[in-house]
């Protein structure tokens, strides 16, 4: 039930592509999601995050849609650049900021 | 806003001494942190939670005598890992939580036992 499901494991993309990282979850406890950018040898920045009541939420090139019915959702990268080549991860958790779950994290490569 | 401080960004020690790592909130007071651990090419495990004046609250599996957390003001957790072996060898990560920020996570502890 404390469980994040993401996937995909890897993904290469082209400069310019869109991204599109995907995660599922059970606990319907959960009513915040972030996503987060990591870089080797970094911590976790965050990226963008939604609550429940909105279905999508746009900030810059990053797109997280939330599907509450499913218990799911997603980061669309547009534009993909190569400065975007990092590991990403999905993340939820419950009201007051509660302990926070992660997904098992995307590789993203994105091709020059 | 809602910057957090890890120190040392790398540490390496001989097996048996024990290390101290410290997670400090820069411009915010947290009532709360987290300590999580992450091997190569893994997502971040939480090992435990850091309230301020109380016991730490630890998930399951881990060692609260090994991992000893210290909450001791509003700005400042640290992680003491005792008796350090080389499985313990990992990045080790806080977090901080800012009610109308969100999660801020610290830049990581690699820590390697030798």
């Known amino acids: 039930q404390q469980q994040v499901k993401q996937s995909p494991q890897s993904l290469i993309v082209q400069k310019g592509g869109i991204s599109i990282i995907n995660c599922a979850y059970e606990n319907t406890a959960f009513d915040y999601f972030p996503w987060y950018q990591q870089f080797p040898g970094k911590g976790p920045a965050l990226l963008i995050a939604i609550r429940p009541d909105v279905s999508e939420k746009k900030e810059g090139r990053f797109t997280i849609s939330f599907n509450k019915s499913a218990k799911q959702f997603s980061l669309h990268i547009m534009d993909s650049q190569p400065g975007d080549s990092a590991t990403y991860f999905c993340a939820a958790s419950s009201t007051g900021f509660q302990k926070l779950v992660f997904g098992t994290g995307t590789r993203l490569l994105v091709s020059p | 806003g809602a910057v957090v401080s890890q120190h040392p960004s790398r540490v390496i020690c001989k097996s048996g001494t024990s290390v101290k790592i410290e997670c400090r909130s820069l411009?915010?007071?947290?009532?709360?942190m987290f300590w999580y651990r992450q091997f190569p090419k893994q997502s971040l495990m939480l090992m435990a939670t850091s309230n301020e004046g109380s016991k730490a609250t630890y998930e399951q599996g881990v060692e609260k005598d090994k991992f000893l957390i210290n909450h001791a003001s509003l700005t400042l957790s640290t992680l003491t890992v005792t008796s350090a072996h080389p499985e313990d060898s990992s990045f080790y990560i806080c977090?901080?939580?800012?009610?109308?920020?969100?999660?801020?996570f610290g830049s990581g502890t690699r820590l390697t036992v030798v």
């Open positions: 411009d915010f007071q947290a009532t709360t």
């Open positions: 977090s901080a939580v800012r009610t109308d920020y969100g999660y801020t």
